[in-house]
T-cell receptor, first 113, second 107 residues
Framework: NAGVTQTPKFQVLKTGQSMTLQCAQD?????MYWYRQDPGMGLRLIYY???????DKGEVPNGYNVSRLNKREFSLRLESAAPSQTSVYFC????????????FGNGTRLTVT | GEDVEQSLFLSVREGDSSVINCTYT??????LYWYKQEPGAGLQLLTY?????DMKQDQRLTVLLNKKDKHLSLRIADTQTGDSAIYFC???????FGAGTQVVVTP
């Protein structure tokens, strides 16, 4: 019963390096999301995908790109990491029904030096 | 996001009731949610309320919704040490979360 799986759990990058955060869900959910969590600011939506083949910007998309590879997988890419992108990143998924809650992964803790 | 606001910290003694408050701005949200986050983990859904309801009770949890004032609260009865966590309220219209309320339960 995996739910939402994120890899890696931890990552340290130097400024300017690139990396891709991976997310997969096994609940057959249509919608998937990427959030970042920063102290005192709660969760802020970076990008979301309402269905396979579509992606939309959230509140803080600058510096990020996403790919909805198939129904299961939604990846987040940092092309040129900056210290301001140091954060904990959460992937989530939800079903189609209006009251479907978000199911979260356990997060990726990213530090950019 | 600043459209959903919560107080940042609550300290409560074991056995007492906890009340966590939340205000939101977007009245088009159909559902409002409470999530719990334990250290090192993602958020887990605790409970939710439909926007045309005033109250929902689920064992030790009571959710109150004042739609006129756009105010949501979560009451935890008989608070236990296992309830120590960060609690987030969230609304569906803009997929926004509050900053989270850190609840610390003391013996």
């Amino acid at each position: 019963n995996a739910g939402v799986t994120q890899t890696p759990k931890f990552q340290v990058l130097k400024t300017g390096q690139s990396m891709t955060l991976q997310c997969a869900q096994d609940m057959n959910h249509n919608s998937m999301y990427w959030y970042r969590q920063d102290p005192g600011m709660g969760l802020r939506l970076i990008y979301y995908s309402a269905s396979e083949g579509t992606t939309d910007k959230g509140e803080v998309p600058n510096g990020y790109n996403v790919s909805r590879l198939n129904k299961r997988e939604f990846s987040l890419r940092l092309e040129s990491a900056a210290p301001s992108q140091t954060s904990v990143y959460f992937c989530a998924s939800s079903g189609t029904a209006e009251n479907s809650p978000l199911h979260f992964g356990n997060g990726t803790r990213l530090t950019v030096t | 996001g600043e459209d959903v606001e919560q107080s940042l910290f609550l300290s409560v003694r074991e056995g007492d009731s906890s009340v966590i408050n939340c205000t939101y701005t977007d009245s088009s949200s159909t559902y409002l949610y409470w999530y719990k986050q334990e250290p090192g983990a993602g958020l887990q859904l605790l409970t939710y309320i439909f926007s045309n309801m005033d109250m929902k009770q689920d064992q030790r949890l009571t959710v109150l919704l004042n739609k006129k004032d756009k105010h949501l609260s979560l009451r935890i009865a008989d608070t236990q040490t296992g309830d120590s966590a960060i609690y987030f309220c969230a609304e569906t219209a803009k997929l926004q979360f509050g900053a989270g309320t850190q609840v610390v339960v003391t013996p």
